[in-house]
């Protein structure tokens, strides 16, 4: 009885250690804001800020089409649609290594 208790407390402690650290995996990772300095454009940054990331940026062209373009962390890019969602698909040397995600272009401005 005593060898089964301890093995369910053993059990449910690597529970929490695992829960507790993915957590933290799961907040972490690229991020992608309009950047304000020019209008259609998408700023590439992370969470964690020191983090290094490489995207493949997918979206609208301004003109017509797809525009696919490539940015690092602390990088932005322009030529995308005012107001359109961006895709990027990002590469890493932390964890998780390879990370998807979206993000809003700068929208045009009463100039």
């Known amino acids: 009885m005593f060898r089964i208790a301890a093995r369910v407390a053993a059990t449910g402690g690597c529970v929490v250690i695992v829960a507790a650290a993915g957590a933290g995996v799961a907040a972490a990772g690229p991020t992608l804001s309009a950047d304000s300095q020019e209008e259609g454009a998408i700023a590439v940054g992370s ?15 301004e003109a017509a ?44 401005d009463a100039d």
Not at 47 to 61: M, R, T
Not at 66 to 90: K, L, N, Q, Y
Request: glycine letters at 16%; proline letters at 8%; aromatic letters at 6%.
């Open 47 to 61: 969470q964690p800020p020191s983090e290094n990331w490489n995207c493949v940026l997918i979206g609208s062209a």
């Open 65 to 108: 089409g797809p525009r696919v373009d490539m940015a690092g962390t602390g990088e932005s890019r322009g030529g995308f649609a005012d107001g359109s969602t961006v895709a990027a698909a990002c590469a890493g040397p932390q964890w998780p290594v390879v990370a998807m995600t979206t993000g809003v272009t700068s929208l045009d």
